[in-house]
């Protein structure tokens, strides 16, 4: 029988075991997977030291935006200290039901932070926000649009078992945001 017919020519070259070549194959693709998931570890955490705590607090500034345009009252309620008072004579809870009334009241909301700025001590910290809202009115029979003004108000952090939660909320100008009210 000559070479070129025979039935190992037709499956491939009889000196290359094709089954251990898969094995080594896959074992390539879970090394190059495990290296991978490591590095972006290792990324996170690399960019984690050295963001500093100023990016940390823009962080949580953003996230709170997001969890509020989402509607999502636990996300945004997390980032409340339970400590949290006001000069209004909100506390967390009470904050939470407003939150939650606002959430019930509209729909669509966009918030657009014009200007941040940040100012840290040791465990406490200070952001400025200038912001303007646009949501969509539920209650009623009419769906209206509103657009807020633009609104300035001051968010106090305090660090609390190494997160940054927000102890008071005040607003520097302040404006009718048409919230609705707390019962």
Not at 24 to 53: H, P, Q
Not at 98 to 115: P, R
Request: glycine letters at 4%.
């Amino acid at each position: 029988m000559a070479w070129g017919h025979s039935l190992e020519w037709q499956r491939g070259c009889p000196y290359i075991d094709y089954g251990k070549r898969r094995k080594v194959k896959r074992a390539n693709y879970i090394i190059i997977f495990i290296v991978i998931l490591i590095s972006l570890v290792v990324f996170s955490k690399i960019r984690y030291i050295f963001e500093g705590e100023e990016g940390r607090i823009k962080r949580l500034i953003y996230s709170a935006k997001s969890a509020t345009e989402q509607e999502n009252l636990i996300k945004c309620i997390s980032f409340i200290s339970s400590n949290y008072t006001d000069k209004y004579g909100n506390d967390r809870r009470s904050l939470l039901l407003l939150l939650k009334n606002a959430f019930d009241a509209y729909d669509d909301i966009t918030i657009v932070i014009h200007k941040l700025s940040i100012s840290l001590d040791t465990d406490m910290a200070r952001a400025q926000v200038e912001a303007t809202g646009v949501a969509r009115n539920t209650t009623g029979d009419n769906i209206d649009f509103f657009e807020t003004d633009t609104v300035k108000f001051l968010i106090v952090f305090q660090k609390e078992k190494a997160r940054w939660q927000v102890t008071e909320l005040e607003l520097l100008e302040p404006r009718d945001v048409l919230l609705p009210s707390v019962s």
